[in-house]
Nanobody, 123 residues
Framework: QVQLVESGGGLVQTGGSLRLSCAAS????????MGWFRQAPGKEREFVVA????????YGADSVKGRFIISRDNARNTVYLQMNSLKPEDTAVYYC????????????????WGQGTQVTVSS
């Protein structure tokens, strides 16, 4: 069982930055790919970015490439999402997720999900 707790969301102006954190419980964190997803009001949840279990590979959606950076600290069981140059369209609830495998990018590959943290970007 893995429990995920996100933090770091909030209100920021267009062009600003935020750093989200996701703390994971359990002993299997370092064997799992981790990802961030988001869901805006009235829209389906969408993939944002993922990182491999060993922090070697990352992959992000086109909408966030060059602006969002995912990283992880396996010693601290924590994954981070650095969000720069934020836009109003980035407004959403952001969810952290843990996959069963060491690499994953599709939502159906992720077994555990956090409760989400709200990010609001004002124009």
């Amino acid at each position: 069982q893995v429990q995920l707790v996100e933090s770091g969301g909030g209100l920021v102006q267009t062009g600003g930055s935020l750093r989200l954190s996701c703390a994971a419980s359990g002993r299997t964190f370092s064997s799992r790919a981790m990802g961030w997803f988001r869901q805006a009001p009235g829209k389906e949840r969408e993939f944002v970015v993922a990182v491999s279990r060993n922090n070697v590979a990352t992959y992000g959606a086109d909408s966030v490439k060059g602006r969002f950076i995912i990283s992880r600290d396996n010693a601290r069981n924590t994954v981070y999402l650095q969000m720069n140059s934020l836009k109003p369209e980035d407004t959403a609830v952001y969810y952290c997720a843990a996959a069963a495998a060491g690499w994953a990018t599709s939502a159906d590959e992720f077994d555990y999900w956090g409760q989400g943290t709200q990010v609001t970007v004002s124009s």
